[in-house]
């Protein structure tokens, strides 16, 4: 069973800055694409940042310059660095990873979800 546990959200002032961490565990052959997506309250799940298995990143024109998406593949973790914080960041930001078996099948995975609030 592969998990992913997310880390690192909580209330930060406008302009301040936090790093999510988000940690793959269990049994797998490898991971694929990983990516950050946020849900703000009554509003649909969006994509903020992907990271490609070799490092390529994308990033929604939002967050675009404010925030920097990066893994280490050793520890089979996505990071999340955000500065300049608004209050329009507020939301609960999920990791998503594509995970790979041995036998070739292919299926994402969602963490639990962990909340970043923006206020001051």
């Known amino acids: 069973q592969v998990q992913l546990v997310e880390s690192g959200g909580g209330l930060v002032q406008p302009g301040g800055s936090l790093r999510l961490s988000c940690a793959a565990s269990g049994t797998f052959f490898s991971i694929n694409a990983m990516a950050w997506y946020h849900q703000a309250p009554g509003k649909q799940r969006e994509l903020v940042a992907t990271i490609t298995s070799d490092g390529s990143t994308n990033y929604a024109d939002s967050v675009k310059g404010r925030f920097t998406i990066s893994r280490d593949n050793a520890k089979n973790t996505v990071y999340l660095q955000m500065n300049s914080l608004k209050p329009e960041d507020t939301a609960v930001y999920y990791c998503?990873?594509?995970?790979?078996?041995?036998?070739?099948?292919?299926?994402?995975?969602w963490g639990q979800g962990t909340q970043v609030t923006v206020s001051s």
């Open positions: 998503n990873a594509i995970i790979q078996q041995k036998t070739g099948f292919l299926r994402g995975y």
